[in-house]
């Protein structure tokens, strides 16, 4: 462990929603903690926030009233930058401005020792520009906290081209001595979770575009059958359009615009009409007083399901046929390709092609396909389409299996891949690629995602459940749809299916 000592100084500057926060975790940690803002007053206004978060968290009974004395001891606000020249480690938390971050570090070096760790909060600045012109740009160093830095507990530790790995790996183990969870990254764009989140909002932003369903449905199958916290668009709507838009416009414009990355029109319009979200009272939903929700979208079949016939191995979706069977269903399991069959209906996993172009090819008739669930015996919802030929009959006989099972069904436009496993398939294929070009170890980056954006499982142990070659499979399909490079999969996913290998090897 080279973590600091906790008794070393530790310097915030920026007094904002971040400084505050991270001065409070350096704080509760054990350091002393001086936070400087060049705004007058600003900083002793911070420490007064802190102190009362503090006694918000004693009223809970979650920490002790003496405790919140001793914290609160240790937060000295200062006005003059010039009074941090002990400090060990400065984390700044200013504006997001290269040029001003520049000349705030090179103060820095000029002020504090030689050995002083200098890092920076940002959330897209490159951390090698930031100490590019630097005396010490060893000493320079990405410590990116989440917001709010007190709850959230990823912290990226994130590597320019010229740090030295002991100032990054004395950060890493300071932040887990802080009570966090640090990864290390490299200093590319969105680093890790900026990154890796993107197709998270792109699927259901194009979803949406192409039809698939309204915003109320695409969201509760991501929360009812993805086990995501929230859907694209409630979530969208909390961080603020103007927000989350900014950071895919300049994670798409660091790629030197890689579709994969590209931001979509639907977000733009709804930022060009100050539809910002919850903030500006209307983004995809209302937050207008005694606005409701609008309900997600249900078929409900009158027909019954009594039996159904399991024919080979289901994968991803096998975990459905114990559900199904727990809920009284006879069912009769033969050999064959993965099916699932009730009355006339053939229902499969989706496997990234349309329904209709599924039918065909393998020649099936009423084929129903069904999403992926992150847990099929937990999920309360599922996504289906079908082909243009399946009847009405054979539809009504799948959503009748569904529902007995106690699935809401929902039913989506005929797209590749659906609503789940589109998404989960793009997440893994984001984190794949950040893999493959060394921006963060397979489990760094699943611990990321888990822990900054609190996905239900990391994409890439997600991808290793579905099958490395299945998860190939459905980018494959996905990328002859569409015809887009933006489906393109990812070299490691190909090279790890080839080797039957998996992606944390
Ligand atoms: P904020 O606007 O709430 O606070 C910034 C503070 O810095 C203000 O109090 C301002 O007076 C002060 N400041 C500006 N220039 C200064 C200078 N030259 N010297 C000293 N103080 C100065 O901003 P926020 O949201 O706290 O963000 C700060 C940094 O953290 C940015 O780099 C941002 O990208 C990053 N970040 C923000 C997150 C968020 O969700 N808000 C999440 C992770 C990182």
Redesign the pocket.
């Known amino acids: 462990m080279s973590a600091l000592n906790s008794k070393a100084l530790v310097a915030v500057?920026?007094?904002?929603?971040?400084?505050?926060g991270i001065a409070q975790v350096a704080a509760q940690a054990g350091h002393p903690v001086k936070l400087?803002?060049?705004?007058p007053g600003?900083a002793a206004q911070?420490v007064a926030g802190i102190d009362r978060q503090l006694g918000r968290l004693v009223e809970k009974g979650k920490l002790q009233p003496e405790a919140r004395e001793t914290i609160s001891a240790r937060l000295q606000p200062v006005e003059a930058?010039e009074t941090l020249t002990d400090a060990r480690l400065v984390i700044?938390?200013?504006?997001?401005n290269l040029q001003?971050?520049q000349?705030?570090l090179q103060q820095l070096e000029g002020l504090c020792a030689e050995d002083c760790i200098l890092a920076?909060?940002?959330?897209?600045?490159s951390i090698t520009s930031l100490a590019a012109g630097l005396q010490r740009p060893q000493q320079v160093v990405g410590m990116?906290?989440?917001?709010p830095a007190p709850l959230m507990a990823l912290v990226e530790i994130v590597s320019g081209l010229a740090t030295a790995p002991a100032i990054a790996s004395t950060l890493y183990d300071t932040a887990k001595a802080w009570g966090k969870k640090p990864v290390h990254t490299r200093s590319t764009p969105g680093f890790i979770v900026n990154r890796v989140a993107r197709p998270f909002y792109a699927e259901s932003l194009r979803l949406l575009q192409e039809g698939a369903a309204d915003c109320a449905t695409l969201d509760a199958l991501l929360r009812d059958a993805g086990g995501f916290r929230m859907g694209a668009f409630e979530l969208t709507d909390l961080i603020g359009h103007d927000?989350n838009y900014a950071v895919t416009c300049s994670v798409f414009d660091a790629f030197y615009g890689d579709f994969r990355f590209q931001p979509s029109l639907v977000q733009k319009e709804l930022v060009d009409a100050g539809r910002l979200g919850r903030k500006s009272g209307q983004g995809f939903y209302s937050y207008a007083e005694g606005a409701e929700r609008p309900p997600a979208a249900q078929l409900r079949s009158q027909a019954s399901a009594e039996c159904c016939v399991v024919e080979g191995n289901l994968g991803a979706l096998q975990p459905l046929v114990a559900r199904l069977r727990d809920s009284g269903l006879a069912i009769t399991e033969r050999a064959g390709n993965g099916l699932l069959r009730v009355g006339d209906a053939t229902l499969a996993l989706s496997d990234g092609r349309l329904a209709s172009q599924r039918a065909r090819e393998e020649g099936l008739r009423n084929l129903v396909l069904v999403d992926l669930a992150l847990d099929y015996q937990a999920a309360t919802r599922i996504a289906i389409s079908w082909s243009a030929d399946t009847t009405a009959e054979a539809r009504e006989q799948a959503v009748a299996l569904l529902q007995h099972a106690g699935l809401q069904v929902t039913g989506i436009a005929d797209l590749p891949g659906l609503v789940v496993l589109r998404t989960v398939v793009m997440l893994a294929n984001e984190a794949a690629d950040a893999v493959l070009q060394g921006v963060g170890s397979a489990a760094d980056i699943d611990l990321a995602m888990c822990a900054g954006v609190n996905y239900p499982r990391g994409p890439l142990a997600w991808a290793e459940q579905l099958g490395v070659g299945y998860t190939l499979r459905v980018l494959e399909n996905l990328q002859a749809s569409y015809g887009e490079s933006r489906y393109r999969p990812s070299l490691l996913l190909r090279r790890s299916a080839e080797q039957g290998a998996n992606l944390h090897d």
């Open positions: 500057i920026g007094a904002g929603a971040m400084g505050a400087y803002d060049n705004r600003a911070a930058i700044e938390a200013i504006i997001e001003v971050k000349q705030l920076s909060n940002t959330s897209s600045l990116h906290f989440f917001n927000v």
